[in-house]
């Protein structure tokens, strides 16, 4: 079986939200992995790689949004989230309230979302996903995020 590329499935059920796509550079990549307290998974860094930062919208209610390195920067040095998530590193939002993460929490390691002024990042977030590759190929965990992020409960 031939494994598609992360950027071939992103538009299979997200459309493009703004313009601003940003690819990271070789020494943006290494700089978030030496930033990240946690080893990235190969799928996160294929996508910085491949795609960057970017904010995609489903169904015109449920953004995501990839940061670029300075706002994975900023978010890690200057909140309270890495004191609350020791093995865990900031990656994006809804440009918004909510945080999207990836680390080791509550359910293991994943794809995490939060509230953003929460004031304890790993008892108060979702797991939405193992992989990147499972969340943009499966409706099911989009949908299963964009239920919790309306109405906080999980399926």
Do not use: C
Not at 36 to 53: A, K, R, W
Not at 78 to 85: D, E, Q, W
Request: hydrophobic letters at 40%; proline letters at 2%.
């Amino acid at each position: 079986m031939i494994k598609m590329e992360i950027k071939d499935l992103l538009f299979d059920y997200f459309d493009l939200y703004e313009d601003d796509q940003h690819i990271f550079s070789k020494q943006d990549i290494q700089y978030v992995n030496n930033l990240s307290p946690i080893v990235l998974p190969s799928d996160y860094l294929e996508f910085i790689e491949n795609v960057g930062s970017i904010s995609l919208i489903y169904e015109d209610a449920l953004i995501v949004s990839f940061w670029d390195v300075e706002k994975i920067k900023d978010w890690s040095i200057t909140s309270k989230f890495s004191a609350n998530v020791p093995k865990g590193i900031g990656i994006g939002d809804d440009l918004g309230d909510m945080l999207y993460y990836y680390g080791e929490g509550k359910d293991g390691v994943g794809y995490y979302v939060v509230e953003k002024g929460s004031e304890d990042y790993l008892s108060k977030a979702f797991k939405f996903s193992n992989s990147l590759y499972e969340f943009f190929k499966d409706i099911r965990e989009i949908e299963r995020l964009f239920k919790w992020i309306d109405t906080g409960v999980s399926t």
